[in-house]
């Protein structure tokens, strides 16, 4: 019997293997806008032709949802059809077997749209979303990324911006306050990428000159008052820009480029053509406002919207199966980019512990998807870790398999060849297959195949030859019980017993469930250094001695298996202390103390190598040891852990932290965010020892953001903090992005036993806004990543949790099937808690009008059970 998963009995389901082209090709499409909040017009005229490509008889199907249909016109003759609840259906004897005009007038509510996606308002401001399905919305159409066709638009409202994507062909401003603007867009795109924002905005300008000559207006568009907070985003657009060009050979296509920040959004960023919507939170950035992470996060996020122009827009995909051909290669992008700006082994650091943090937690549990899945019932689910992160570690991979010089040809290739189409995993493998002559079919069960390899070695040394045996095994996933072996690209290099490099990075391609390398000519028997940069999303199984990894800790030349030595030994030790073994405590120590003191280190990297593994972290580690996980213990063991780290570096830690203290002025440099990331690391530790003095004086001397969360978050953790939290409210009240850091921190460091309390008592405050995505996830993001808080024994946080998120349901599915991925964990924990979550999972899927977005998100988790 093969296993099942619910969606495969759910009749809206949608097959990749059901894929057929659309009927009919889109050649133009003309939209004039009538905005106006409850009642805005939308007339579209499509010039459409029957698709040659297609199989006939040419029934042409339109999508829309939530519309009302004022008139259908075909070739100028009005048509007496009516649309059901998804669509409109034009029988084929109506159809002419030649080009023709669709016309539709519908009639929508923008301001009564609480899901965020279509046409909707933010603060008095109109704006769009259509990725996945949003265009349908908007008006009737074939809402599917395989129909590409230039779009022209006019805007007729009362606000003083009006913006689509292209370039702008006029615009006017009458006395009576009536405004109309016309774009057109030159480049064919899908429904998905259109865009439209009204209102009252100002922008902050800039400008670009391409290496072809091009010059191009930059405009990011914000709210009267936030303009002294765009600088950085406009800078980091300008070398994304660049590096764009000078990395992928990629040149901007248009003569102007806009950004609007909004501040009710589902999710960080979109790529429409020429007109990126963007979450505020990952726009503006002050140093008074935003943290170090913060201009992290707005650089990175520039940079992937951007890098989609051409990843995402010139080719985009042929269906909604191939979103990691997009997604997957744009984040890969820009985590070369980042490296690019700031450190290559800081970046792959820290996105491999997202990757664990977030993607193997979904691989593990009852949610785990193949990259490219096979099927959906709401496309909006498949958003995830494993499309977007472990598909860009598919990209990472098949670039060391081929080589950095075979990467760039096929990267070239893919753009001539697949330019201004929608393409497929298949067109994107072929091109590395075309250049390279190598055969991929095996490494293309990457896509097909969910879950996490474990590659397991065991190694022997004899006559000068060490002998690596590597063994790959994935565990089953839901309605994917046998797994085959993949192609694992494992670099190793090889150390002396003094830690000095005896043989350099070798790539050892595992391709077979198991097999044996070798290396010869050595002096003496090697200390391996396995799976360097993390060559491979794999968890690496190998005992070892706790000798060896402090050895790799103190010479490796591989930064990323330096952390990774640190980040193991501190594993094993709690998991050691949390399972009752001998207590590896004191081995720890000596080998982690000296790292930290070491002044020539990158600060980044002692601050990374600082970091106690997660609460979850350690839940996963020990339920893969079939040890079931008590949240409780293991808050208390990471937290002894960080006294004895505290009383240990005790008198290191007044000088370390003085000669970090920095007087210059706020740069978000990687440097700088080196330094302040180490500071806020040992305040922490030295608020343990002091009882948060050091922390409150460096609250009260923070003249910056970075700094004051680096002290409030050690006054928290340590049960102070609250006269400062007050202080902070006082001072950021009508701030929304900041105020969201304050809703957060209170929760996410709330001692177990207190989180349902403190999150119950915050959805009380004024400024508590279900409406608002961002203040939702502050409040149950925090809830739900406080882990020993979460799993509170008595289900406290479980009920409180699902009650909101019924209640978010009914005004925005999309952010409440998201944020009910807390629960994709419930199959570690023991009978009781399992019980009680699988209650509330229970209770939600038994709701009446629940959602398509959340009731496959439960159904998913509960069929684990
Ligand atoms: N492509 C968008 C995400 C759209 C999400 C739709 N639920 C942002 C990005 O990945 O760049
Ligand atoms: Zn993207």
Redesign the pocket.
Known sequence: MTATTPSEHDPRTVWLSDYRPFSHLVDRVELTFRLSPLRTKVAARLHMRPNPAAPGPHVLRLDGEELRLISLKLDGALLDLTPDETGLTIPGDLLPDAPFTLETLVEIDPAENTALEGLYMSNGMYCT?C??QGFRKITFYPDRPDVMARFSVVIEGEAPVLLSNGNPVAGTAGADGQTRAEWDDPWPKPAYLFALVAGDLVAHRDRFTTKSGRDVDLAIWVRQGDQDRCAWAMDSLIRSMKWDEEVYGREYDLDIFNIVAVDDF??????NKGLNIFNSKFVLASPETATDDDFARIEA?IA??YF?NWT?NRITCRDWFQLCL??GL?VFRDQQFSGDMRSHAVKRIEDVALLRARQFREDQGPLAHPVRPESFVE??NF?TATV?EKGAELIRMLKVLVGDQAYAKALDLYFSRHDGHAATIEDWLRVFEDVTGQDLSQFKRWYSEAGTPRLQVSDSFENGTYRLVLRQHTPPTPGQPVKSPKVIPVAVGLLAQDGSELHPTRILTLTEAEQSFEFTGLNERPVPSILRGFSAPVVLERETSVTERALLLAHDSDLFNRYEAGRSLAREMLVASLSGRPDLQEAWLDALVPVIRDVDLDPAFRALILRLPGEDDLAQALADRGITPDPAAIYLARRSAGDALAAALARDLPGLLAGLQDNRPFVPDAAGAGRRALHAALLALQSRLDGGQAAAAAFAAADNMSATIAALTALLDNGQGQAELTAFAGKWQADRNVMDKWFMLQIACAAPGKAAEIADALTGNADFDLKNPNRFRAVFGALAANHAGFHQADGACYRLLADWLLRLDTLNP?TAARISTAFETWPRYDAARQALIRAELTRISATPGLSRDLSEMVGRMLAAG
């Open positions: 979303q990725e996945a589902n999710m960080g960023a979109m790529e996020i992937h919207e989609h995402g997009k997604e744009t496309i909006n958003y977007y999309q």
